[in-house]
């Protein structure tokens, strides 16, 4: 059951419903009972519109029949009347007693306020950033990360058991032109004059390991520069890249992969550190490379043979993925004998089935949209439910400063990385501005507005809201732990009465965030109670000589504080004490 009694009175009310429809419309086929919060509050609590949907069946007004569902409803102990509006909703208005008690139910809950306590015994895993680990993390991979994270946080507090994953691209090409970047950066350094392609990568990381390198190594990994100079002359620039990894593997033999898993140690290394000082975690780092040396990727495909759904062609293997809503067939192999990426994901989304997940969420990138269909399709081809994986896809962050766009490029080194965001603004607000929009919308990420101190700024608009409950509770100067259990009667004003509904919708919120993928409705949710709370603050006094009116409001006020806590605590962002 719940930690609140929100999704309860959900429960209850929609039981009512159903009861009233076994009486006025036996006959029917029960539709679903949707309560909706009505947006003004003179509309009551909940507002449900399933007249409209018997309207038809039973062919009689929608008025007609909400009338005679409202007299229908049996008697409960929260809802105080039913009203009939417009063309056929049936308004719903609670107790005031019940409503005030919302004030002790967050306070006994505490931080489980929110969450629900019947596991769903649904093992969901979420994999997200799964950055390439060719160089330091950028704001955009932030915005996947801040989503990822949260989203597993709002799904954990929804009662299911979640696992997350970052899956490590540690094989395939982009690897091996980081380790080839980063050999021709040591080159330079062990006084070999060797060109460096402009498709390379470019950034001051590279030349960092380089120097690390021939600290450690000192001329171990020389070798001419003339080794390269046939690879250097092909006009292509990708192909002379692939040339040029090539001639680094004749070069330097065992050697290039000691410099490729040193590349690859070290960026790792960065990634996780980073991403632990951003609040972002995981409970795994799956390695692509482990699917090549354990087999999955040939016993993956071997499956797909076997049920048909592999040809030969150009001496290339494809899948067919066309059958499955894909543009066109993929390839699998090439003709060199050499796997592709999209082998690999085959495998690695057949394993994380195979290791017991009743669902996956991925988090991508936008541009990765026309990835979706040959994904799912060789999950079907393999004989797997395809709507048992779900993508989610985040668009990209774009930084302004200055009102100026600040322009970014991976390869060249051109970008902001995490790091320096999260120096520039702070954790707090990175966190919280990569989750105010939807994750597929496009964000727009204001670093004058982040850095303010100002009504303006939604992280500290919603964090002064805590500090203010922190200071009242101060000047107060008795133990909050006191006041749970306070007589609540008192809260009858019209600002108490919208903080009141406010905190019975949190649970609410948490819910629907789970449901729709969408922790930005913990952000826009926290946002809402913290107007409340400050139109509140301006316009009543907390520490009045009415020792009960003043215990009510400082409960209330605390209560506030709880929520805000929880809310922010789902979005990984600190509750602070002062401002």
């Known amino acids: 059951m719940a930690a609140s009694v929100s999704p309860d009175l959900r429960a209850h009310l929609s039981a009512l419903f159903e009861t009233a429809i ?183 990381y590279v030349r960092s390991m380089a120097r690390a390198i021939h600290a450690q190594h000192g001329e171990r990994f020389r070798r001419s520069a003339e080794t390269l100079a046939a690879a250097s002359a092909e006009p292509d620039e990708e192909l002379r890249l692939d040339a040029l990894i090539e001639s680094a593997k004749r070069a330097l033999g065992a050697d290039f992969d000691t410099i490729h898993r040193f590349a690859l140690e070290v960026q790792l290394a960065d990634c996780r550190s980073d991403l632990a000082e951003f609040g972002v975690t995981f409970d795994a780092w799956y390695s692509e490379r482990s699917l090549y040396d354990t087999g999955r990727v040939e016993r993956a495909l071997r499956r797909l043979e076997e049920r048909g759904h592999l040809y030969e062609q150009d001496g290339a293997k494809w899948f067919r993925s066309s059958r499955y809503g894909d543009e066109k067939d993929r390839v699998v192999r090439r003709e060199n004998g050499q796997y592709t990426y999209f082998a690999s994901d085959i495998a690695y989304h057949l394993d994380k089935f195979e290791r017991g997940f009743d669902s996956a969420i991925d988090i991508w990138g936008a541009d990765h949209h026309g990835y979706i269909a040959r994904v799912k399709g060789a999950l079907a081809a393999l004989g797997l439910d395809p709507q048992r994986l779900t993508i989610a896809l985040v668009q990209f962050a774009v930084l302004y400063r200055g009102g100026e766009r600040v322009s970014m490029s991976t390869r060249a080194g051109e970008f902001v990385t995490l790091r320096e965001l999260r120096s520039e603004v702070g954790n707090d607000a990175a966190r919280f501005f990569y989750v105010l929009r939807k994750s597929d919308q496009h964000l727009d990420f204001d670093l004058d507005l982040a850095k303010s101190q100002s009504n303006e700024n939604p992280v500290y608009y919603v964090q002064y809201a805590h500090a203010r409950v922190c200071s009242v509770l101060e000047q107060w100067g008795g133990d909050p732990a006191e006041l749970t259990g306070a007589d609540v009667a008192a809260l009858v004003s019209e600002h108490e009465t919208a903080l009141l509904a406010l905190l019975l919708e949190y649970p609410d919120a948490v819910e629907s965030a789970a449901r729709d993928l969408a922790p930005h409705l913990i952000a826009f949710y926290l946002r809402e109670l913290a107007a409340g709370f400050h139109s509140y603050y301006n316009a009543a006094r907390f520490l009045v000589d009415d020792e009960s009116v003043k215990r009510a409001r400082l409960a209330l006020a605390a209560a506030v504080r709880q929520v805000l806590r929880n809310g922010l605590a789902l979005l990984g962002v600190s509750a602070p004490d002062r401002m």
């Open 22 to 204: 076994r009486e006025v419309a036996p006959a029917a086929a029960a539709p679903p009972i949707v309560l909706e919060r009505p947006r003004q509050a003179a509309h009551g609590d909940y507002a449900c519109s399933v007249a409209l949907q018997l309207a038809k069946a039973e062919k009689r007004a929608p008025r007609e029949i909400a009338a005679r569902l409202a007299a229908a409803l049996p008697a409960s102990p929260y809802v105080e009347k039913a009203e009939v509006a417009g063309a056929g909703f049936i308004n719903l208005f609670l107790k005031r007693s019940f409503k005030q008690q919302v004030v002790n139910r967050v306070l006994e809950a505490g931080a489980r306020y929110g969450t629900s306590l019947l596991v769903q015994r649904k093992k969901i895993q979420v994999e997200f950033v799964s950055a390439n680990p060719t160089g330091p993390l950028h704001v955009g991979h932030g915005r996947g990360a801040a989503y990822g994270a949260s989203l597993a946080n709002v799904l954990a507090a929804a009662g299911f058991d979640i696992a997350r994953e970052f899956y490590v691209n540690d094989a395939g090409r982009q690897m091996d032109i980081l380790a080839l970047s980063t050999w021709l950066r040591y080159l330079e350094l062990a006084g070999e004059a060797a060109s460096f392609p402009a498709n390379a990568y470019q950034g001051e």
